[in-house]
């Protein structure tokens, strides 16, 4: 199976509301497009807490995977995805990248709503790239082996999604090597630190065992993480 993500971000005048329309839209008429196996977008839907332990990015962005069972070229996908870019256009969206993907789920939640509705709780994005002076190799091990073992130890996961981009299918896209969507059951476990890093004594040690594994890995500086809902457009083939 492959999967693709395509990265949207919208201007600053333009409101939630009209973001969440145009994601929908977008995704509907790819899935009538493309007839993926599977297709959900993450997207922001509010502003987020200004008061946070996650710096949240206040840009809108908006993220949507679509999975293909049968396997097409790059130029294939490029073509099925540009039909929905002509048809649900908006001069206050720009496509920010196009990437082909390699997905795993460590841990993942037990599907019980139906199709085209908000998945509960909330969901953290996070855009990163390596740590200057390692090898792709030593990225993958760190991230793979060290960093999901601690976060599943750590954080109340629900679901966890990890993207290890393979590869841009667009020129001019932004240039990320990872997309990891974490999803929690309440906004709370999130958003409350005494319950996204564990006990009132746990949480300091574990917020500092967090960061030197992420800052052992990662760019630190250029992460951007957002707060954000989930839609499955399309869970499976009928």
């Known amino acids: 199976m492959q999967k693709t993500i395509v990265i949207?971000?919208?201007?600053?005048?333009?409101?939630?509301?009209?973001?969440?329309?145009y994601m929908l839209r977008m995704a509907g008429h790819t899935a009538e497009t493309c007839s993926p196996y599977r297709l959900h977008i993450t997207f922001s839907d509010a502003v987020p807490p200004v008061?946070?332990?996650i710096p949240f990015k206040k840009s809108k962005i908006g993220l949507m995977s679509v999975y293909f069972k049968d396997s097409f070229s790059s130029e294939d996908i490029k073509s099925f995805l540009e039909k929905s870019?002509?048809?649900?256009?908006?001069?206050?969206?720009r496509f920010a990248g196009f990437y082909i993907v390699e997905e795993a789920l460590p841990v993942t939640y037990q599907k019980t709503w139906e199709d085209a509705v908000i998945t509960p709780g909330v969901c953290l994005l996070t855009l990163f790239r390596r740590r200057q002076g390692i090898s792709?190799?030593?990225?993958?091990?760190?991230?793979?082996?060290?960093h999901t073992p601690l976060s599943l130890e750590i954080h109340p996961l629900w679901h966890y999604n990890r993207n290890v981009i393979l590869g841009q299918m667009e020129q001019g896209s932004e240039v990320?090597?990872?997309i990891v969507e974490e999803h929690f059951r309440k906004r709370s476990d999130l958003l409350n630190p005494l319950k996204f890093f564990g006990t009132p004594f746990s949480m300091i040690?574990?917020?500092?065992?967090?960061?030197?594994?992420?800052n052992a890995f990662l760019d630190y500086k250029t992460i951007e993480t957002y707060l954000v809902r989930e839609v499955i457009v399309k869970s499976r083939e009928p």
Do not use: C, Q
Request: charged share 30%.
């Open 136 to 146: 792709h190799v030593a990225f993958l091990d760190r991230w793979h082996n060290s």
């Open 85 to 93: 870019r002509r048809e649900i256009s908006n001069p206050a969206i």
């Open 8 to 21: 949207f971000r919208a201007n600053d005048e333009f409101s939630y509301s009209e973001f969440i329309d």
């Open 176 to 178: 990320w090597e990872g």
């Open 51 to 53: 008061l946070s332990v």
């Open 205 to 214: 040690p574990n917020m500092i065992r967090v960061y030197k594994d992420t």
